[in-house]
């Protein structure tokens, strides 16, 4: 559940339209399929013009409904043409902070204990009437201040305070004392959800907190605002933290540069400028900028433990990421989580009173996203971002400021019913197409599949060349090295842009080894495919289907051997490239594309999206036949 505007001019005006789907997310969905657009059922709309106060009047139908289900429903499964009962359960809601506080009667950051999952309490700040949330409170010396212990049982919000606290505020007989109770304890009212019984308000165990609120849209331009030197009018204080403005003007071109180098299937936008138009990133942009731009851009340039510090949080989320972890890892990042709350403390809180802004609720939430992640699995299984495509995917429909609600109502109604037409007959090619980039001849297939490997696609067009003296002695070399009887062989080259490319010898078909390579990833340029027809005889001398072998002509770039990019940058310079020798190699042995970052003069930065742990990324979607394409 999560409120957008309508119209994009009225975004930032007071009074703009706006609408808020309720989306229902089936959990029986391999996790990696039910995030997905077209797995998502839309319960409703909640019309505008304004958001909705009192959101249990809107969910009360929902409410009925979850009972029924709880009980069962008769309900008729047409592969075997038997009636069964269904059951259905909500177990989790994910929204953000602000639509949160709504929907179970929190009063956000004007309460004293407002955390969902913990009491801790907040500081006031003497500026403002807000509250403000750190493990510990300002002071001088380490003996003025006070440290909070989230690990004490004390301090977890039980689920029946939900219920204890508005009892308590209905027995008080003026309203500051109902009015001191709410701000107190940071509830407001019993929930109708609360009487849902498989949703757990324990420690906010059914309500996590949303990964791409919480990270991409709050703490990482958090972040850049300091790093810019335009943080609520706050000042670096002790420690040195901004760059000055000459400095963030060059990282923001360097920054619009970067989409010209960066594959589509990274990133389904353009990347704007980030000093002049930083406001207009959006979560996908935010997310991609601090994970792979920010530490090319920024090197050298922020200060040494700012950038540091920095890289750190790169590393937690390329963690937290993950398709895959451990109960032992999970362990490992909970403390360097916290840990890296500590040093977020002394850089940029710096035990200031005058400066408790700098620590809002989100920076907070970071200490339970564990906690989160061993209840319902990796943050990516339960983000919003699905909430936000799909009402990307109303918007289009909106023609009429004079009746937007109608037209919202008749576009849900057809996402709905192309998703049943899908399902029932298997059509998702033809109702939404993948569109080529080039214009192909009639009757001309726009990829090929090779089925000697799995993992490769081909792209037409195709054709037959002579090769140049130059690659005939790379081919030799390469045929004599696999001991291959035969040399001479008609081929096909298919031609590519100069594409960046990771590769390695983990993956090889037909247990074809490659030349010289060692076991570590190595990074080059794809210049071109080139198609072998080897001809192959059994012991008889009869022939049988010739082999198909793909190889590839690659210039490597010069690194250093065995870099993790996943942990530190990896660059090189432009001079180093341009004399870099040519490679053949298996085409089996890349294992992906990559993207780089250029800044600094001629100096280039790596873009590998794999690194140690594959990782989840906003900006990708499959197909259903395993493929992946921009979302």
């Known amino acids: 559940m999560d409120g957008f505007p309508l ?85 989790n809601i994910i929204m953000d902070s602000i639509m949160l506080e709504k929907v179970i009667w929190l009063t956000g950051h004007n309460g004293v204990c407002p955390c969902r999952a913990c009491l801790i309490h907040g500081e006031r700040n003497t500026r403002g009437t807000n509250y403000y949330y750190l493990i510990t409170t300002p002071g001088e010396t380490p003996a003025d201040r006070q440290c909070w212990d989230l690990a004490d049982p004390e301090l977890k919000r039980e689920a029946h305070l939900f219920e204890a606290v508005p009892a308590d505020i209905a027995q008080c007989d003026t309203e500051k004392a109902k009015q001191q109770l709410v701000t107190y304890w940071g509830i407001k009212a019993t929930p109708l959800l609360y009487s849902i019984k498989s949703l757990d308000f324990e420690c906010g165990t059914s309500f996590p907190h949303d990964y791409m609120h919480l990270v991409f849209e709050n703490l990482i331009p958090n972040l850049i605002s300091f790093w810019s030197g335009s943080f609520k009018g706050l000042d670096d204080g002790a420690v040195e933290i901004s760059v000055d403005e000459d400095t963030w003007t060059t990282v923001g071109n360097e920054t619009a540069a970067t989409s010209d180098y960066i594959p589509s299937i990274f990133l389904s936008s353009k990347m704007p400028n980030i000093a002049v138009n930083c406001s207009s990133f959006k979560a996908e942009q935010n997310c991609f900028w601090f994970l792979y731009v920010g530490p090319y851009v920024l090197l050298d340039r922020l200060p040494a433990p700012i950038y540091k510090h920095y890289l750190d949080m790169v590393w937690i989320i390329k963690r937290t990421l993950a398709y895959k972890t451990t109960d032992e890892e999970l362990d490992k990042l909970e403390q360097d989580i916290f840990d890296w709350v500590s040093e977020y403390k002394r850089l940029y809180y710096q035990y200031d009173a005058s400066r408790l802004p700098v620590t809002p609720l989100t920076i907070h939430g970071l200490l339970h996203v564990i906690d ?42 057809h996402l709905a019913q192309i998703n049943s037409l899908i399902y029932l007959y298997g059509i998702a090619d033809e109702l939404l197409p993948f569109k080529p980039i080039r214009d192909l001849k009639r009757g001309e297939e726009w990829y090929r599949e090779i089925p000697e490997y799995e993992h490769v696609i081909l792209w037409s067009p195709k054709r037959i060349i002579t090769l140049n003296n130059s690659m005939r002695n790379k081919m030799a070399l390469y045929f004599w090295r696999k001991d291959w009887q035969r040399r001479n062989s008609y081929m096909h080259a298919q031609y590519l842009p100069s594409v960046p490319m990771k590769y390695t010898n983990e993956f090889l078909p037909d247990g074809v080894q490659p030349q010289h390579l060692d076991p570590y990833p190595c990074y080059a340029r794809l210049e071109n495919i080139y198609e072998f027809a080897i001809p192959h005889f059994d012991a008889n001398g009869d022939r049988l289907p010739d082999i198909l072998l793909l190889l590839a002509h690659v210039k490597p770039i010069p690194t250093e051997q065995g870099v993790d990019t996943s942990r530190s940058p990896v660059t090189y310079h432009q ?38 742990h594959d990782q989840a990324h906003p900006a990708c979607r499959t197909n259903g036949d395993g493929r992946v394409f921009p979302s």
Request: aromatic content about 10%.
């Open 575 to 612: 001079a180093d490239f341009n004399t870099s020798s040519e490679l053949i190699i298996n085409i089996g042995c890349i294992k992906a594309v990559i993207g780089h970052v250029k800044f600094t003069g001629n100096q280039w930065g790596i873009v590998d999206r794999g690194g140690l």
């Open 372 to 413: 989160d992640i061993r209840r319902n699995g990796p943050v990516w299984s339960s983000w919003a971002f699905v909430v936000e495509r799909y009402c990307g995917g109303l918007i289009p429909a909106l023609k009429s400021r004079l009746n937007p609600y109608g037209t919202l109502d008749h576009q849900a109604k």
């Open 7 to 91: 119209f994009v001019k009225q975004k930032k005006r007071c009074g703009g339209h706006s609408a808020t789907p309720i989306i229902l997310i089936i959990y029986n969905l391999d996790p990696l399929e039910r995030m997905h657009q077209t797995e998502v059922v839309c319960l409703g709309i909640i019309p505008g013009p304004k958001a909705p106060k009192d959101i249990d009047s809107f969910l009360h139908l929902f409410y009925k409904e979850c009972n029924s289900l709880a009980h069962g429903v008769k309900t008729f499964d047409a592969s075997v043409f038997k009636h069964f009962q269904l059951h259905g359960y909500p177990l």
